[in-house]
């Protein structure tokens, strides 16, 4: 079974950064979209960032301009950079690869959280 995992979670003081860690088998990361969701308590999984290989990453309005995906190609790794943090940004932070044209993903990492004190 293919597993994604997540690294790089911990407590942070708003307005701090965090830098998450997403490693994947190498077939599943150099042809793929790979995103990055995170899970509030009592809320629902929300979209965050997305990259297309050479192509484009997107974001939600609620993290532009404070965090940033990447890709390391030579380690298959991808990256969520997050600076200016807020409290709303606490959550669990899942990776994922693979969407279909129904937009489902098909991989998933197990989750690392995030906590963002005032």
């Known amino acids: 079974q293919v597993q994604l995992m997540e690294s790089g979670g911990g407590l942070v003081q708003a307005g701090g950064s965090l830098r998450l860690s997403c490693a994947a088998p190498a077939n599943i990361f150099r042809i793929n979209i790979m995103g990055w969701h995170r899970q509030a308590p009592g809320r629902q999984r929300e979209l965050v960032a997305t990259?297309?290989?050479?192509?484009?990453?997107n974001y939600a309005d609620s993290v532009k301009g404070r965090f940033t995906i990447s890709r390391d190609n030579g380690n298959n790794t991808m990256y969520l950079q997050m600076n200016s943090l807020k409290p709303d940004d606490t959550g669990v932070y899942y990776c994922?690869?693979?969407?279909?044209?129904?937009?489902?993903?098909?991989?998933w990492g197990q989750g690392t959280q995030v906590t963002v004190s005032s």
């Open positions: 994922s690869a693979h969407r279909n044209t129904l937009g489902q993903w098909t991989y």
């Open positions: 990259v297309v290989p050479g192509i484009s990453t």
